[in-house]
């Protein structure tokens, strides 16, 4: 069966994903650098103004309460969260902020939209976004302020999802939905969410709510590379240097790829030969013509090509542990 439509252009051209967006967010104060770098677990400061990063905001057991993204500019840090996720983060930044001249506020007023795929510059472009020469092509997070004539101010990053780079741009919301329906005019496909979702699953991308909860440590759930491991403390360090140090990693994402065309469900049970409670599923999808796939939270010690079973409601399904994403990136 021949891909979609929306896929190919994904590989070859660009796609349109809107979807629910981002929330946006504006880091101000003196010690905004400073504080971001001491609290989350990634690399802010010494980051360039025009570049960015991940990072994470941990509980002091070291768990994962938000991933999102920074952005380094002239005289604030825009961090870009998932949607519905703004409101959390500030409030879990800001009690920390006790002593630090550091401010964290929505920019409500935004909205944000991706085209993902190796032409995305282009077709932005030619939808009336001024994308800076080498911008899709240089260091994922870079990011510059444009003015457009259709838009009014907009803002450009590079980034990454569903499997393929691409370009974010946030403009006020109004700017926003008038450049999807250029987009969409100008025959940019939108990609379905449920093509989406599968391609996100395929690549190994975990999603807030599904594999990040705050339950679950970073290495579980493929987000090792979002730490810093030269800097002094942020919250949750300790026990996060206790398991690099003592190698204890018991569980990691992995892809499963399904044996028939059965689709299992988030919170399905996996088996393993020795292993009954060896994991579970956390998202399930399927691209056309192909058997479905899965990402789930297994025990280490299940090596890639094992073949686990599913404990799904309808019947056990057989799958092979296709991939994984290695704990610290």
Not at 9 to 23: T, W, Y
Not at 26 to 34: C, P, Q
Request: aromatic share 4%.
């Amino acid at each position: 069966m021949s891909q979609p439509s929306e896929l190919l252009s994904l590989r070859e051209d660009a796609v349109l994903l809107d979807g629910d967006g981002h929330d946006v967010l504006r880091a101000t104060g003196n010690d905004r650098v400073s504080f971001l770098h001491r609290i989350t677990t990634g690399t802010v400061a010494g980051i360039d103004v025009g570049q960015g990063g991940r990072t994470l905001l941990l509980d002091v057991r070291g768990r994962v309460l938000a991933s999102f993204l920074v952005f380094v500019r002239a005289k604030s840090v825009r961090l870009i969260a998932p949607g519905g996720q703004g409101a959390e983060i500030t409030a879990g930044l800001s009690r920390f902020a006790i002593m630090d001249d550091f401010q964290v506020a929505s920019e409500s007023e935004l909205g944000s939209l991706a085209v993902l795929g190796p032409r995305a510059a282009l077709v932005l472009g030619e939808a009336g976004v001024p994308v800076p020469p080498g911008l899709l092509e240089g260091r994922l997070y870079a990011h510059e302020d444009v003015a457009s004539e259709a838009y009014g101010r907009v803002w450009v990053a590079h980034g990454r999802g569903c499997g393929a780079d691409g370009l974010c741009v946030v403009a006020s919301r109004a700017g926003r939905d008038a450049l999807a329906a250029a987009l969409l005019a100008r025959g940019t496909l939108r990609l379905a969410p449920h093509l989406a979702e599968a391609a996100r699953i395929t690549a190994l991308e975990p999603a807030p709510g599904k594999e990040i909860v705050p339950e679950r440590f970073p290495v579980e759930v493929g987000l090792g590379a979002a730490i810093d491991h030269t800097k002094g403390c942020y919250v949750g360090q300790e026990t996060i240097v206790r398991m690099r140090d003592r190698g204890i990693i018991r569980k990691r994402l992995v892809l499963l790829r399904l044996s028939d065309d059965g689709m299992p469900s988030p919170g399905d049970k996996v088996a393993a030969e020795g292993q009954p409670a060896a994991g579970q599923v956390t998202s399930a999808g399927c691209l056309p013509g192909e058997r479905p796939v899965a990402l789930a939270i297994l025990s280490s010690a299940v090596a890639v090509g094992a073949t686990i079973q599913i404990q799904s409601a309808e019947a056990p399904l057989a799958a092979e542990v296709a991939a994984e994403s290695p704990p610290w990136g």
